[in-house]
């Protein structure tokens, strides 16, 4: 009994002693106590009024080491363990970091996954935290990732498209034309050996007309049209409308403060969404 009464005591040391506090007692947990009282009191206060004005729950976790433990398994059980996020909308998001280690993470909830995809998130750790990190400002690096996270959470993302991408999908566009006008060209111009059906015709000059709209696809689209036109008048086959030939092997290929106002989770769940970076 002696023993069991001990263990019960020294439960939660055995708890903490994991990794990581059993349930969180604010917004932030500065286990690596890097943080200021002030500093850590003006972030839960910035989170506690986001999570009153949208139900989203930010949380951050701070700790000294991993102590040998993969980053990504480690903050999915931190997620789930700490319920963050509402039970129904899952829109949740976990920002740990690791001191020593030189490495963290923003886990996304299922909820938050559309708003927050990777890739943004991944450009928040980079361009935005990362910087700060470096210089070893964390409380800088993390308040400006929390802003970037509502922000970005309250207004949907949107890819931006580079130069370079820009260039090339208007190339891709005027192959595309080019394409598009040779294959009209082939199945209107005169005195064709192959025969044809009005209704046949039609189809392959909507199919080429949709497949000018779509940059590269399009293009091995146009190359399949006219290789099979080529194929027909090679053998001098013809284009009915009976669904026999041409017309029937495409159409079947092609169908505010710290104190007792937090409630902690909120029973949300992560499905391992989010991204991992270091300094």
């Not at 207004?155 to 034309?177: F, T």
């Not at 009209?184 to 064709?192: D, H, R």
């Amino acid at each position: 009994m002696k023993k069991l009464f001990l263990f019960l005591i020294f439960l939660p040391f055995i708890i903490r002693a994991d990794g990581y506090p059993e349930q969180p007692s604010n917004y932030v947990t500065d286990d690596a106590e890097i943080l200021s009282d002030s500093q850590k009191s003006s972030l839960n206060r910035k989170l506690k009024e986001f999570e009153d004005s949208t139900t989203n729950e930010v949380f951050v976790y701070i700790a000294k080491s991993l102590e040998g433990r993969s980053l990504e398994s480690l903050c999915q059980e931190i997620f789930h363990n700490w319920r963050i996020g509402d039970k129904e909308k899952n829109n949740g998001v976990l920002v740990a970091i690791f001191i020593d280690d030189h490495k963290f993470r923003i886990q996304t909830g299922y909820g938050l996954e559309g708003a927050l995809p990777d890739v943004l998130t991944k450009r928040i750790q980079d361009e935005e935290m990362r910087p700060h990190f470096k210089d070893g400002d964390y409380y800088e690096g993390i308040d400006i990732g929390i802003d970037k996270l509502i922000y970005y959470s309250r207004h949907e993302y949107k890819a931006e498209m580079s130069k370079q991408d820009l260039r090339m999908m208007l190339i891709c566009y005027g192959i595309n034309l080019i394409l598009l006008i040779i294959l009209i060209y082939g199945l209107y111009k005169k005195n064709q050996p192959v025969k044809r059906s009005t209704g046949a015709t039609t189809i392959i000059l909507i199919i080429g007309i949709i497949a000018t709209l779509i940059p590269l696809i399009g293009i091995i689209i146009h190359f399949i049209l006219l290789g099979m036109i080529a194929d027909k008048k090679k053998s001098g086959g013809s284009y009915s409308s009976s669904g026999s030939d041409y017309d029937s092997s495409y159409s079947s290929s092609s169908s505010y403060d710290s104190g007792s106002s937090f409630s902690g989770g909120g029973g949300g769940d992560s499905g391992g969404g989010g991204s991992s970076s270091d300094w």
